[in-house]
């Protein structure tokens, strides 16, 4: 048998390193991904929470010309109430609503059924619910002060609590309804708590839209 002088033997160890480092980096890969998947990860990694939805963006209104409908009743009486303060709230409120109801309620009720598929544990999608919140905070704190002038109490007039521009009373409903989801998801209360908040939601939604009060 011939023996391989030192050079050679040398240039074998040299192309075997190759292989094997690759084989270490990808084991060592391999690894990783395998406990990202069950959670076990040394303090310093991050893995991303798969059912966390993106921040929705801040939004700012834009100049309009909307106007709201005088000539449908009861609105038709109530137009001496109006007021340029509550016509620009409607309008921004509109801008909103056209812009950004839809991504938040689909954050909303992604949630929701996910909480229901962890057996309502909050600690399983901790995550997810604070993006959630934060995303209506911000959106009852941009409706908050321009839909606050829109209903009116306690006046002679004994018609209780009312809108006097078309479309109001929806919004303000859209607006209830996500008050009351986000205190139900901070009190982590069960899933089923919050799905007829979700609901009433989408119904004054599905209200305004048919009434076209915001196109």
């Given at each position: ?12 160890k ?15 890969a ?54 340029p ?9 509109c801008q ?105 939601a989408f ?13």
């Amino acid at each position: 048998m011939a023996i391989l002088d030192r050079d050679k033997r040398n240039a074998w160890k040299e192309v075997g390193t190759v292989p094997m480092r690759r084989g270490w980096t990808q084991i060592a890969a391999a690894v990783v991904c395998a406990m990202a998947a069950v959670g076990v990860l040394a303090p310093g990694f991050a893995v991303a929470d798969p059912d966390q939805s993106p921040a929705l963006p801040g939004f700012t209104p834009a100049p309009s010309d909307w106007s709201p409908r005088m000539d449908i009743w009861p609105y038709s009486t109530f137009t001496y109430q109006v007021t340029p303060e509550m016509i620009g709230g409607m309008s921004d409120s509109c801008q909103w609503f056209n812009a950004q109801f839809d991504p938040l309620m689909g954050q909303i009720d992604a949630f929701n059924r996910n909480l229901a598929d962890h057996r309502d544990v909050y600690a399983s999608v901790q995550s997810q619910a604070d993006a959630v919140v934060a995303d209506i905070d911000r959106a009852t704190g941009f409706l908050g002060p321009r839909l606050q002038p829109l209903t009116i109490r306690n006046t002679p007039d004994n018609f209780g609590p009312y809108s006097p521009i078309y479309g109001g009373e929806q919004l303000t409903g859209v607006l209830f309804q996500l008050s009351r989801i986000a205190d139900s998801m901070r009190k982590k209360q069960p899933a089923g708590f919050a799905r007829p908040h979700i609901d009433s939601a989408f119904g004054w939604a599905n209200a305004l839209r048919n009434s076209k009060a915001c196109t």
